[in-house]
């Protein structure tokens, strides 16, 4: 029956493209705790892996895309089926930062590992904990339609806010005091940057898993809650 064979192509595809884009992320968490775990056990190796691993990651958002359109162009999806391919597209872009992000960390670990011991590195560990988590529970909000898990995201990023902001400060004054390390310190504010980053594109795909289940368009809404009180 025609009809029964587009219907089989359809879910099909869509259970592609929900696969593609949870191995990637699988991947883009492997590459990032690779990272983190390359900085603290100073692991040249590590770092490299990470940085070749990277490609899987690439290759895999311009998969989801050419899944994405393909079911558009394709099967016209509507309602649910359709905010599917749109946020599964969206959520893509925001793991290939993401794992973009692991590749800094890790590139700057190898600078790092070249120098003497640094034992601020360990500092970074409750941040990359804490940014891995958001993102473990953005795409859980994703794959389970979690609503609640993903608008509290918001919240727990505010946390990981403070705890970067915290950390800046104290390694930017011992970058002034110096004392023969300050490459390697400057190169660890960039790591601990990136981790932040982390933070907010797993917010990003929190508020694709919003939209999926919704259909509501949350991203700025903390803004316009804040512009209606000013008003008021």
């Avoid at 089989?8 to 705790?33: C, G």
């Avoid at 508020?207 to 259909?215: I, S, Y």
Wanted: negative net charge; contains cysteine.
């Amino acid at each position: 029956m025609p009809g029964g064979h587009i219907f089989r192509d359809f879910d099909h595809a869509i259970r592609n493209l929900k696969d593609e884009v949870l191995l990637m992320a699988s991947l883009t968490r492997q590459n990032l705790e690779r990272a983190t775990r390359a900085l603290i056990e100073r692991d040249i190796e590590l770092s490299r892996t990470v940085i070749g691993d990277d490609s899987e990651v690439d290759d895999l958002e311009m998969k989801v895309d050419h899944t994405g359109m393909e079911i558009l162009v394709r099967h016209h999806p509507v309602a649910t089926d359709l905010r599917l391919v749109i946020s599964s597209m969206k959520i893509s872009t925001c793991l290939e930062r993401i794992s973009d992000h692991a590749v800094n960390i890790a590139k700057r670990a190898k600078k790092i590992c070249k120098g003497s011991d640094l034992p601020e590195v360990t500092l970074v560990e409750p941040l990359y904990a804490l940014a891995d988590s958001l993102l473990r529970d953005a795409m859980t909000a994703f794959t389970d339609h979690n609503i609640e898990l993903a608008e509290g995201l918001k919240l727990r990023d505010k946390e990981l806010d403070k705890m970067h902001k915290s950390l800046i400060s104290s390694l930017s004054q011992q970058l002034e005091e110096a004392n023969g390390k300050s490459e390697s310190l400057l190169h660890l504010i960039f790591v601990v940057r990136s981790l932040e980053r982390v933070g907010d594109l797993a917010v990003n795909i929190g508020e694709d898993a919003v939209f999926l289940g919704t259909a509501q368009d949350i991203r700025h809404s903390s803004r316009k809650e804040t512009k209606d009180t000013e008003s008021d």
